[in-house]
């Protein structure tokens, strides 16, 4: 069982900056890769980006460019790096422990409770 624990958000302006962290514990030995998603009202949960343990990232398309992110396999901890936010980049974010394999990330049961966004215009 993996624990995750989101935090980071805020409230920003739009074109600002913030940078979430997700600390993972528990049985984080089988952590093949890291996703965050993001959820806003009325929507569906999307993938915003992912890191395998290897090190290959992928990001959706909508913040390529503007997020990055990465992870300090000593402190089990994932970054998400969001620059020149926008207000439709607003939600709630969630990080995911899942597997990547033949080049996808398929998310696992194991979430965090969520991280408020708000970007304003």
């Known amino acids: 069982q993996v624990q995750l624990v989101e935090s980071g958000g805020g409230l920003v302006q739009a074109g600002g900056s913030l940078r979430l962290s997700c600390a993972a514990s528990?049985?984080?030995?089988?952590?093949?890769?890291m996703g965050w998603y993001r959820q806003a009202p009325g929507k569906q949960r999307d993938l915003v980006a992912f890191?395998?343990?290897?090190?290959?990232?992928n990001y959706g398309t909508s913040v390529k460019g503007r997020f990055g992110i990465s992870r300090d396999n000593a402190k089990n901890t994932v970054y998400l790096q969001m620059n020149s936010l926008k207000p439709e980049d607003t939600a709630v974010y969630y990080c995911n422990a899942g597997r990547y394999t033949s080049g996808r990330y398929y998310p696992g049961g194991s979430w965090g409770q969520g991280t408020q966004v708000t970007v304003s215009s």
């Open positions: 528990g049985s984080t030995f089988s952590i093949n890769a």
């Open positions: 890191i395998s343990s290897g090190g290959f990232t």
